[in-house]
């Protein structure tokens, strides 16, 4: 099965990918996969962004459907792609904003990118799928804690980690 991890940039996924790899799971990074496969697109200078072909994408993950067993991929993106589950990793705005900084984000786009979260930008697109769709804040969770949780999601557990567990909305005043 493929399992889609994705989140608005800054809530974690790039470090529980890395947690889930050490620990054996094999995890697709999107971002290098449409690198390394030709698929970046124009760059749209407006948003600091390229453009990417999802269709284009989606193919280009063939193999990994076929694969024994479950595959994670990893990215903003993921949630557009044919998988059998999808985990939005979810993140306090104040915390992702802080996050976001100390990665040389300028302010626009931190407030962009937390506007976003805010709203459940990524989750309302994911739960526009027929695919299920789970939510994990990981704010205050360790790396390892948010991995096991996914896991969990993984192999059938999803109590607790519905569409809706998660509620930014009382930070809109803030952002807004």
Not at 79 to 93: E, K, W, Y
Not at 138 to 162: F, K, P, Y
Request: some cysteine.
């Amino acid at each position: 099965m493929l399992v889609a991890v994705t989140g608005t940039p800054g809530t974690g996924k790039t470090s529980v990918a890395a947690e889930l790899r050490s620990r054996g799971c094999e995890v697709v990074d999107l971002g290098r996969h449409i690198r390394e496969n030709g698929l970046l697109g124009e760059l749209d200078e407006a948003r600091d962004t390229h453009e990417v072909d999802l269709d284009l994408l989606n193919e280009s993950l063939e193999e990994y459907r076929r694969k024994e067993g479950t595959v994670f991929m990893e990215g903003h993106l993921s949630h557009f792609m044919d998988c059998g589950s999808i985990v939005v990793l979810r993140c306090r705005p104040d915390v992702l904003a802080e996050r976001l900084r100390a990665r040389g984000y300028g302010e626009e786009k931190v407030r962009e990118n937390v506007q976003s979260e805010v709203l459940d930008v990524i989750l309302c697109e994911a739960t526009d799928s027929d695919i299920p769709v789970h939510e994990v804040d990981c704010t205050s969770a360790s790396v390892e804690e948010t991995a096991d949780e996914i896991l969990s999601i993984a192999s059938g557990e999803a109590e607790g980690h519905l569409p809706g567990s998660v509620d930014w909305s009382s930070e809109m005043e803030i952002w807004f």
